[in-house]
């Protein structure tokens, strides 16, 4: 990737961190402020005498408590997602840090990472093990200097040198895009929506329906009702469908980026059908990686899940594939080899 | 008038602040990618004598080769401390891949003593020798990128103006010369443990 190439990603990649931040906290306002407006409404005193006589009038909900408490409470989650996302990502994994290599092939993922921090440019990353026999990788961190790469036991024992190299270099590419800084925000917050959803669903579950008959019982405001109920349903289908939303926001903006980092580890590597070799080995192995979930599964270099819609092609693969279909990116790298062949130079972009 | 002149010498100003930095951070890029090549360079250096040791008392006939790795090492010490990239570049690549060229051959040989390479440590060894070799590879590879841009920064039009303000200087790239140093990949280096 050249420099122009390399600092529009970089720039496109922190806007878009800055955007998802700013959804992110838009709908935890939306959430709160949503919430206090059905207050409000369920709560305005009646107009006629007649109804003003029910208990409930002596509350009336004017100050948005919900709404601030929500947007403090979205700041926080995102600040801390923010700092501990890394960490989360790694514990989450079950990875053990890979500090003094015993066996010789730690000793050589240890070699290739700084072989290849220095072809890339960056300061050395701190290099992670994930106890799974499932071949994959994966990078998270905040910023170039605090990067963490981690792959699983079995991409050692799957891989050659040359491989690996490869794979490593795909993933060191990721941290100089700043593509790890948006997909551990992403994964960190992803996860805390999840969390909200599957609470509310619990609570729609029991109480839900007892708390929305005794309110549709009381008052006698018709319009107020009708608005009230569409609101009300608004703001529980924005609520469960949070975590869908958030997923496809997770799928849109990983899916071209793995192309990007391919191309990148050919232009550190300039070996890409060693990268070719790589993906085919990993996507043969297909057995899901069970240590990775969900929630960190855009983060890998293969779809850990083993979902089939990454390896074929068409239209369900592009709505919801965490990754580029395994033949695409094999056949881009093909051609990039074939044209370093015979050219001598690492094509831009296939 | 005048106004217009204030507004264009402030640009001009302006601008050619922007350029000189610019020039000046790569400046600083390309001799942070020599201090890169420089580090991994003496890592080079500073393993073959253990590689040496380890393999002498195995193949005490074949000292030709080992004295061509030691003689080629130590000329190579010697033209390191003195290259800068402003100087002395093609000499020390040179140096460099007389000594790879006579690394490839002992390798070769290594290879024709199996029970030499079941002895472990001469395993450990060629792992480090091919990390070692491949960093220094991947250092030149980002060197030559960095000093390529500077060079031709330095030399565009309107970079040009200010380039003797910056004390900016054409940099030697460091090009492979020797066929037998490009032939190199040839011999497989891995000691990949097979599954």
């Known amino acids: ?350 | 008038m005048s106004w217009l002149l204030l507004i264009l010498i402030v640009a001009a100003v302006v601008w050619g602040i922007s350029a000189y930095n610019g020039l000046i951070q790569l400046k600083g890029d390309t001799l942070n990618a020599w201090k890169q090549i420089d580090v991994q360079l003496k890592r080079r250096h500073d393993l073959i004598p253990n590689l040496v040791n380890a393999v002498r008392g195995a193949m005490d006939f074949e000292r030709e080769t080992l004295e061509a790795v030691i003689q080629a090492r130590n000329q190579a010490v010697k033209i390191q401390a003195e290259a800068l990239p402003t100087g002395g570049v093609k000499k020390l690549a040179a140096a460099e891949a007389q000594l790879g060229a006579a690394l490839s051959r002992l390798n070769v040989v290594v290879e024709r003593y199996p029970q030499l390479k079941a002895t472990g440590n001469i395993g450990q060894l060629q792992e480090e020798l091919t990390s070692t070799e491949n960093r220094v590879a991947f250092a030149r590879q980002l060197y030559n990128d960095t000093a390529t841009s500077y060079n031709v920064r330095q030399q565009q039009f309107p970079w040009t103006l200010i380039a003797g303000v910056a004390r900016a200087e054409m940099v030697e790239l460091w090009e492979i010369t020797d066929e037998q140093e490009r032939a190199v990949p040839a011999v497989d280096l891995s000691s990949k443990p097979k599954a």
Request: aromatic residues 8%.
């Open chain 1, 1 to 350: 990737m050249s420099d122009a190439n390399l600092f529009q990603q970089q720039r496109l990649n922190r806007r878009r961190s800055a955007v998802l931040v700013t959804i992110f906290l838009l709908f935890f306002a939306w959430i709160g402020f949503g919430g206090d407006y059905i207050l409000y409404l369920s709560t305005m005193p009646a107009s006629t005498p007649a109804a003003s006589r029910g208990a409930r009038s002596t509350y009336h909900h004017t100050f948005p408590w919900c709404g601030i408490g929500a947007t403090l409470l979205g700041i926080g989650m995102a600040w801390y997602g923010w700092r501990n996302g890394p960490k989360q990502v790694l514990w989450a994994t079950g990875a053990w840090e890979l500090v003094q290599p015993a066996k010789p092939e730690e000793q050589q993922l240890v070699n290739v990472v700084e072989e290849m921090a220095i072809a890339s440019g960056l300061p050395k990353p701190s290099v992670w093990m994930v106890p799974d026999k499932d071949p994959n990788a994966f990078a998270t961190g905040t910023d170039e200097r605090h990067a963490h790469i981690a792959v699983t036991e079995g991409l050692l024992t799957t891989l050659t040198r040359d491989e690996l190299q490869a794979v490593v270099a795909h993933e060191l590419a990721h941290v100089k895009n700043y593509d790890v800084k948006l997909m551990t925000l992403l994964a960190a917050l992803v996860g805390v929506l999840a969390l909200i959803s599957d609470g509310t669903r619990r609570f729609l579950g029991r109480g839900g329906a007892r708390v929305a008959g005794r309110r549709s019982g009381g008052g006698g405001r018709k319009g107020g009702v009708g608005l009230l109920a569409i609101l009300l349903v608004l703001w529980l289908v924005s609520v469960l469908l949070a975590p869908l939303v958030s997923r496809l926001l997770a799928l849109a903006v990983s899916r071209k980026r793995e192309f990007l980092a391919d191309a990148s580890s050919a232009q550190f590597t300039r070996n890409p059908a060693a990268l070719a070799s790589a993906l085919r080995k990993i996507e043969d192995a297909a057995a899901p990686t069970t240590t990775i979930h969900r929630g960190t599964a855009h983060l890998c270099i293969a779809d850990p899940l083993g979902r089939r819609a990454s390896f074929k092609e068409g239209f369900l693969a592009d709505v919801f594939g965490t990754h580029p279909p395994m033949a695409v990116r094999i056949a881009r790298l093909k051609a990039m080899a074939y044209q370093y062949q015979k050219t001598g130079v690492i094509p831009e972009a296939v």
